[in-house]
């Protein structure tokens, strides 16, 4: 168990630093089961919540069959957002996600970028003040099972 959290650890901070994220370190002990997403997560409970900001966007490409959502969803865990990513009928995939706009601006980046395999042609941002951003969980695939 110590090895597998040394790796995240190791893997993640780094790769949180270079994406501009304000880093949130848990304070957990090292033998915890908590995953570093699930333990990171209560740092955006601890923004206002004037400053979270729930967006819609909408990738279109070659985005179905190549890992997309399983890429956004690791990517989206990284960066503690919450939200979930989902295949459309028309080919595209759905992204809702909310958190600040440093965290959106890292995920709209990340999303360009894509998977390996996927080509991203373009992104529909839309946002959606509407939606209440306590009501959604940590991130998930739906409809992935």
Known sequence: ??????LETSYLLPRLKSLGVQMCLPQVS?????PPAAICDTANAL?????????????KG?????GFRWYVL???SLLTLRGWVRNTG??????????????HDALYAILQR?????????????DEPGIDATTLATFQIEGAW
């Open 1 to 6: 168990m110590r090895s597998v959290l040394y």
């Open 30 to 34: 090292v033998t915890s089961l908590l």
């Open 47 to 59: 923004l206002p919540m004037s400053s979270i900001l729930v967006r819609r966007y909408i990738v």
């Open 62 to 66: 070659r985005v179905q069959g190549v």
């Open 74 to 76: 690791r990517e989206a």
């Open 90 to 103: 028309d080919g595209h995939v759905e992204v809702l996600a909310a958190g600040p706009q440093e965290q």
């Open 114 to 126: 894509g998977s390996r395999g996927s080509r991203v042609d373009t992104i529909e941002r839309l």
